[in-house]
């Protein structure tokens, strides 16, 4: 697959997954479930990659994939514990997971167009 095809579809992914627990813990917070400043300290993690995710930089997407953890976590224990809000959770769960395949596997195949990359070592 090539690297533009990658880019566009992990970023739209990544975009997806923004609006989507964008909604979800506002919603939350509004509804008094957690406290609107709880909800929205739950955001600034995936936010913070926005801008690479944007651009395309590989490095982004590299280490864009251990944040993704944190809400890999967050669906994982939504789909244990929820009896209402399954189908989200299951969808949170399946777009991060595709999310976590994709990222680095555009950030190896954008670095090795680009010559980036571990040098080795000169014997």
Not at 31 to 56: A, C, H, N, R
Not at 65 to 92: K, R
């Amino acid at each position: 697959m090539e690297s533009s095809t990658l880019f566009k579809l992990c970023r739209i992914g990544y975009l997806l997954l923004v609006v989507m627990l964008s909604y979800w813990f506002i919603q939350q917070g509004v509804s008094g479930e957690y406290s609107m400043l709880f909800s929205l300290l739950w955001l600034i993690p995936l936010l913070l990659p926005l801008k690479g995710i944007l651009t395309g930089k590989p490095y982004t997407y590299a280490w864009a994939s251990f944040i993704l953890c944190l809400y890999m976590l967050h669906a994982l224990t939504l789909v244990y514990v929820t009896e209402t809000n399954l189908a989200f959770a299951v969808i949170e769960s399946l777009l991060i997971g595709v999310l976590l395949i994709g990222f680095p596997f555009y950030a190896r195949t954008r670095g090795r167009e680009l010559g980036l990359g571990l040098k080795k070592k000169k014997k």
